[in-house]
């Protein structure tokens, strides 16, 4: 089975949404003031190295990564689910826009949906290790099982270490 990244088309067409999707964050006036002082291009960078990695199928360490780099913005400014939300509906937005199927569209932001509860610190990530995204491994079973993506990672049966 071919990677998202692989069926989104080349590092163009992903750079292209980011470009889209981040335009609608800073127009969204309920998104918009958690990016008056955030550094952009570096935003955008590690947004694409991220994406790129997880449409790859690599997940080891990303609801880790993503709930610290998110947590000072749950703390201090009260980033919550609609904010989320919100930044989900923008993020369809822009894929669609970039012209990408309902069905490519859909698998996309069930994948980004599953990420909620790393961002907002729903349910605390205390360690790298063993830090597989939930949300990917439900979303390699509504795919029709762990076989169904290329790239998995080796520590995918692994037991959660996330609750000790
Ligand atoms: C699936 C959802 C999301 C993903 C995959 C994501 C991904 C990222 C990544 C990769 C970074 C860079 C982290 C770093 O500097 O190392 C970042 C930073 C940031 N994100 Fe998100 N994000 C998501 C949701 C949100 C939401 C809902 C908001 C607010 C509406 C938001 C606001 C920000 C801001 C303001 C920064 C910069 C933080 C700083 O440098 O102080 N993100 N995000």
């Not at 080891?60 to 201090?76: I, K, N, P, W």
């Not at 961002?119 to 830090?131: D, E």
Request: glycine share 6%.
């Amino acid at each position: 089975m071919l990677t998202i990244l692989d069926r989104l088309g080349d590092q163009e067409s992903l750079d292209k949404i980011i470009d889209l999707f981040y335009r609608k964050q800073l127009e969204d006036p309920v998104t918009r003031p958690f990016f008056s002082n955030a550094k952009l291009p570096r935003i955008q960078q590690m947004q694409r190295s991220l994406l790129t990695m997880l449409f790859c199928g690599q997940t080891t360490g990303v609801a880790f990564y993503l709930q610290e780099s998110h947590a000072h913005l749950v703390r201090d400014h009260g980033l919550n689910h609609d904010h989320f939300s919100h930044t989900m509906t923008n993020l369809e937005a822009a894929l669609r826009e970039c012209g990408h199927t309902p069905a490519l569209v859909a698998e996309i932001m069930m994948l980004a949906w599953n990420l909620e509860d790393a961002i907002l610190g729903n349910r605390k990530i205390r360690s790298m290790q063993g830090t597989l995204v939930d949300a990917l491994r439900l979303h390699e079973e509504s795919l029709g099982g762990p076989d169904a993506v290329v790239k998995r990672d080796p520590h995918a049966n692994e037991p959660d270490k996330a609750d000790e």
